[in-house]
């Protein structure tokens, strides 16, 4: 059984169909690419995955359980985890605790036992620090823990929205743009946090970029959209020597 | 190597120093009264202050560390302030005044939370100025349906309506409990300064452990980004329950405070309404907007200037709002607040700019 | 029946007022983002000119209306330059407000220290032998039509106005896109003090209105209907002036019936209930848009 599994997924915004009889198969251990120009409907297909908006029709599903119409949080309890376009931290919290919120659902304590400092407090939140900082350090955060996190740098805020979603637990990793505005050093980094990440937590990540370069880098499988349709998908070689893919990126 | 550790230490050094400066205060406050050294304005003004700093950090919770606008939480401390009477009145004669006054000060915390769970359900679907008009409404449908509220008990019991004292029908030895637009009378005045410390010291340790802690985190995210909050599995509604119904636990005991310390508790706007709700707000962005210490802080200081400003008698009221004006002024404005920063050091501003997306 | 339509009237007059107000609040929220809590005592300030003007120096009224509109407008203005525009690139609508908070209190004092705390008989602009129109066993009062009628002019010549005018245009551009508009030319703060000077002309005229129909005028006059006429423009959707209008409309048509047919210490609680009820089903007002949040 495929990972996730989309079939015939459409939106419409008023008159627009933003996405229109999508469908996309990811295996388990896929690293998969989503290509295409500016508003073919990338990102609106990141939204209908993680429920930020509801589609008009079509089914999700992720490891045989239908995910459609779930709100985002309830996607993500499922093990769909994404990061933003345009960087969506918790700007005022330090980086290690943007990814202690992300470890939210991996470890628990009552709400009596954080206001009177029960043990299980203390436990739980050590628990917690050790494990934000093993995974801050997979990134090379692990020096800037008590940063306010709207002060990094530009790279590492990206790399901290994907620690910050590992912190979840998913099965499935959705990163939107993860080199967007990096210069060629840190998307170099970034292809190889990338790779360490799928090998050593076992994951399965779904991407979208511009970058020709780290898609054909790193990506096995893509599918490239066009003004909301599939416009071709198969293996990252033969879809990008296609002539139809060819001209929607280069122009007539 | 700074680490993790670092880190809540410095939070929890931060915290315990709010609760030091508080007990310095308390206790420098009770030794100058012991030395008679506080005048009776002043002295008055004890509990009021404790009241309002108590829903300061009430407020704060919401507008602070939430990042959702309310202006209806005097509403909540009014349902706390009626409550707890309500309960004092009853068993006036029959309880002790210790554990009569230390449950009702939990049935105003209790009543004014059961509220806000209430009132949280539909209103927290909503966001920014549309939650913030429908807090209003609700602070001002409380405070009017209270001036209707008629309770009395005779020998048969207790006996409600909404009609008018004469349709209780009670008794002639009858007494009345709440008599609509006129209140309670006669709730017994329990409050001190120490139990107004105490509350206040209770609520301040309930809001910072609540905020430094797992739950607290899960509340700043959804002030600092709902969507990514939503998209990395925090059930968002859910804390923002919490984090009002809390709030309002805090504002009932304030409610709970105030009643026992006047001889009328009267639903006026002057003491519950939308004025009142915005006074508060007034302390929490005054003290910084997410600062528990800065809303304590700005609580007393601007409760004590009217007092202060005494001497100009009729100018009191006018000098006050002009000092509003200039206080937000000088710390807000990009410019002079670039200058604090550079000269007298952002030490003391540790909440700046936060909620400013609420 | 003839109870239940001067009922009407008086609602819809009591409306029209609000909207005229609320169209102030609007403005401003829609143009310059905030939330002008001092704008209901901009309607006390304008009643007390009116008042000085007619009644303590005796001069025609018309004189006294134009005093206050004036009056208000130039406050306004002040307001804005003074209190507002200091903290526009603060970042925090709520800063603003709480200024605007403290703006109002000033107000409110200004006026206990000039005028004192008893209030004054307001003079109605209706000469007495007017005061009501009969047609048929149907009367209702000429302040009440008078009230509709401006009400309704003021929302034609201001709707012209945004969208005949380049100024209307300026303000329009403006609320959608400060950044935008100030690149294409537009003065960002002239547009705003226009706004202001708009906003708080017609906030003089209801003052004089709301004080012809309900004639005590107190330092705190402006702040209870300054509250109805913010609920009035979040019930027909923030930012809209259409929405103002109907919002104030409906507000006051269902003060007035409650205060009739239900009850008269409940009926702002039944407002309230309403806005709420509004608010749920449609959480943006009556004619608010809707907007999707980019993810």
């Known amino acids: 059984m495929a990972l996730l599994e989309i079939n015939e997924l459409s939106i419409q915004f008023g008159g627009l169909r933003a996405v229109d009889d999508f469908h996309l198969t990811v295996e388990k251990g896929d690293l998969y690419g989503m290509i295409g120009p500016n508003g073919a409907g990338k990102t609106t297909v990141f939204n209908l995955l993680t429920g930020e908006y509801k589609p008009n029709e079509g089914v999700i599903r992720l490891d045989g359980r239908d995910?459609?119409?779930?709100?985002?949080?309830?996607?993500?309890?499922?093990?769909?985890?994404?990061?933003?376009?345009?960087?969506?931290?918790?700007?005022q919290q330090s980086v290690l605790d943007n990814v202690k919120i992300g470890l939210h659902n991996r470890f628990r304590y009552s709400t009596a036992a954080a206001i009177l400092r029960l043990p299980s407090y203390f436990r739980t939140e050590r628990e917690m620090d050790e494990e934000a900082m093993k995974l801050l350090s997979v990134f090379g955060l692990e020096g800037e823990a008590d940063t306010i996190s709207a002060n990094l740098p530009y790279g590492k805020q990206r790399k901290l929205e994907i620690a910050?979603?590992?912190?979840?637990?998913?099965?499935?990793?959705?990163?939107?743009?993860?080199?967007?505005?990096?210069?060629?050093?840190?998307?170099?980094?970034l292809m190889e946090d990338i790779s360490y990440v799928r090998k050593n937590f076992d994951m399965t990540v779904l991407l979208i970029e511009h970058d020709m370069k780290l898609v054909a880098g790193i990506c096995e499988k893509l599918t490239v959209l066009n003004f909301g349709r599939i416009l071709a998908e198969g293996d990252t070689k033969t879809v990008l020597q296609d002539p139809e893919v060819i001209k929607a990126y280069l122009g007539e | 190597m700074k680490n993790s550790r670092g880190t809540m230490t410095k939070v929890s050094r931060d915290n315990l120093g709010t609760i030091i400066m508080l007990a310095v205060v308390f206790a420098a406050v009770s030794a100058a009264r012991a030395a008679g050294l506080v005048n009776s304005h002043i002295d008055g003004l004890l509990v009021p202050i404790c009241v309002y700093a108590i829903m300061a950090v009430s407020l704060n919770l919401v507008v602070g560390i939430?990042?959702?606008?309310?202006?209806?939480?005097a509403g909540f401390m009014c349902i706390g302030a009626f409550a707890s009477a309500f309960f004092s009145k009853l068993t006036a004669e029959s309880m002790g005044a210790f554990p009569r006054f230390l449950i009702a000060i939990l049935i105003g915390g209790a009543v004014a939370g059961f509220f806000g769970f209430l009132i949280g359900i539909p209103v927290l679907r909503l966001n920014g100025d549309y939650l913030a008009i429908v807090t209003l409404a609700f602070g001002e449908i409380i405070k009017n349906l209270i001036n209707v509220f008629y309770v009395g008990r005779d020998s048969r019991g207790l006996h409600f309506s909404i009609e008018g004292q004469m349709a209780l029908g009670l008794e002639p030895d009858g007494e009345m409990i709440i008599n609509g637009a006129q209140g309670i009378t006669g709730t017994p005045f329990d409050s001190t300064f120490t139990v107004g410390f105490i509350l206040l010291m209770i609520s301040v340790i309930v809001v910072l452990n609540l905020t430094n802690s797992r739950e607290g985190r899960a509340i700043m995210s959804i002030r600092d980004n709902r969507i990514a909050a939503g998209s990395v599995g925090i059930p968002v509604t859910r804390y923002k329950m919490l984090a009002f119904t809390i709030s309002a636990v805090i504002a009932g005991f304030a409610g709970a405070l105030y009643a026992h310390n006047l001889a009328s508790l009267i639903a006026t706007p002057a003491r519950f309404g939308y004025n009142m709700s915005i006074l508060f707000l007034v302390f929490v962005v005054l003290g910084g907007i997410g600062s528990t210490r800065g809303a304590i802080i700005a609580a007393v200081v601007l409760t004590l200037i009217p007092e202060l400003l005494r001497f100009l008698s009729n100018y009191r009221m006018l000098i006050y709002s002009i000092i509003l004006i200039v206080m937000m002024i000088v710390n807000w404005n990009p410019t002079s607040r670039a200058w604090i920063r550079r000269h007298i050091t952002g030490r003391f501003r540790r909440g700046t700019g936060a909620g400013e997306e609420g | 029946m003839v109870s239940f339509f001067s009922n009407l009237i008086n609602g819809l007059s009591l409306g029209?007022?609000?909207?005229?107000?609320?169209?102030?609040?609007?403005?401003?929220?829609?143009?310059?983002?905030?939330?002008?809590?001092?704008?209901?005592?901009?309607?006390?300030?304008g009643a007390y000119i009116a008042f000085s003007v007619i009644t303590s120096l005796g001069l025609p009224t018309g004189l006294g209306i134009l005093a206050a509109i004036l009056g208000c407008m130039?406050?306004?203005?002040?307001?804005?330059?003074?209190?507002?525009?200091?903290?526009?690139?603060?970042?925090?609508?709520?800063?603003?407000?709480?200024?605007?908070?403290?703006?109002?209190?000033?107000?409110?004092?200004?006026?206990?220290?000039?005028?004192?705390?008893?209030?004054?008989?307001?003079?109605?602009?209706?000469?007495?032998?007017?005061?009501?129109?009969?047609?048929?066993?149907?009367?209702f009062q000429t302040i009440s039509a008078i009230s509709i009628v401006v009400g309704i002019i003021l929302v034609i010549l201001l709707q012209t106005f945004i969208n005949r005018t380049k100024w209307g245009q300026g303000m329009l551009a403006c609320a959608q896109d400060r950044g935008a508009a100030s690149l294409m030319g537009i003065s960002v703060n002239g547009t705003i003090s226009l706004t202001f000077a708009i906003g708080s002309a017609m906030a003089g005229i209801a003052g004089v209105l709301l004080c012809s129909a309900y004639p005590t005028l107190s330092?705190?006059?402006?702040?209870?209907?300054?509250?109805?006429?913010?609920?009035?423009?979040?019930?027909?959707?923030?930012?809209?002036?259409?929405?103002?209008?109907?919002g104030g409309l409906l507000l006051g048509v269902i003060e007035i019936l409650s205060k009739s047919y239900i009850s008269s210490q409940l009926s702002d609680a039944i407002v309230f209930a309403v806005l709420i009820v509004v608010l749920l089903v449609k959480p943006t007002g009556l004619m608010g848009k809707k907007i999707q949040e980019k993810v």
């Open chain 1, 67 to 91: 995910i459609t119409g779930l709100s985002p949080a309830e996607i993500n309890r499922a093990g769909v985890a994404r990061t933003f376009q345009n960087i969506r931290l918790f700007r």
């Open chain 1, 164 to 189: 910050r979603a590992m912190a979840t637990g998913p099965k499935l990793l959705l990163l939107d743009e993860p080199a967007a505005g990096m210069n060629p050093n840190e998307t170099q980094e």
């Open chain 2, 66 to 73: 939430l990042g959702e606008l309310s202006i209806g939480h």
């Open chain 3, 16 to 45: 029209s007022i609000y909207a005229i107000i609320a169209i102030g609040y609007t403005m401003v929220y829609g143009i310059a983002k905030m939330l002008n809590f001092a704008h209901g005592d901009i309607i006390m300030i």
């Open chain 3, 74 to 139: 130039v406050l306004g203005i002040c307001i804005e330059k003074i209190a507002y525009r200091p903290l526009r690139g603060a970042g925090s609508s709520l800063a603003v407000l709480i200024t605007a908070i403290g703006v109002s209190y000033f107000l409110q004092n200004t006026a206990l220290l000039i005028f004192g705390s008893n209030p004054k008989m307001f003079t109605p602009i209706i000469p007495f032998k007017y005061m009501t129109v009969k047609i048929g066993e149907f009367s």
């Open chain 3, 219 to 246: 330092p705190y006059t402006g702040a209870m209907p300054g509250i109805k006429a913010f609920v009035a423009a979040v019930f027909g959707g923030i930012g809209s002036i259409p929405g103002a209008m109907v």
